[in-house]
């Protein structure tokens, strides 16, 4: 199984980026039973969670981002969506796709990170 992130770049403050994460070599049936998240890590700071999004598409984020931030996931194509809009300098960080099964059952997955960097 892999988490393939992508949708980073350069971006003004204010503009927008969407981060997608595909997870590849999963049975959907599974796909369905994670939380997936998004994680961000800036340098020499701690990972931290941005947002997630459970099975049942109930979503919590981060509240730095509350307003500005969507998380959603297609679960027909095993993916997973970060629409950031009004983006700030402190977004800056490396953003890292994640699956957990709460239950155990499963293993979780991380992402290889994509870039994102916000300035003027």
């Known amino acids: 199984v892999q988490l393939q992130a992508s949708g980073g770049g350069w971006v003004q403050t204010g503009g927008s980026l969407r981060l997608s994460c595909r997870a590849s070599?999963?049975?959907?049936?599974?796909?369905?039973?994670?939380?997936m998240g998004w994680y961000r890590q800036s340098p020499g700071m701690g990972r931290e969670l941005v947002a997630a999004?459970?099975?049942?598409?109930?979503?919590t984020y981060v509240d730095s981002v509350k307003g500005r931030t969507t998380i959603s996931r297609d679960n027909g194509k095993k993916t997973v969506i970060l629409q950031m809009n009004s983006l700030k300098p402190e977004d800056s960080a490396v953003y890292y796709c994640?699956?957990?099964?709460?239950?155990?059952?499963?293993?979780?997955?991380w992402g290889q990170g994509t870039l994102v960097t916000v300035s003027s």
């Open positions: 999004i459970s099975p049942s598409r109930t979503t």
């Open positions: 994640n699956a957990l099964d709460h239950s155990g059952t499963y293993p979780s997955y």
């Open positions: 070599r999963m049975i959907l049936s599974v796909f369905n039973t994670y939380t």
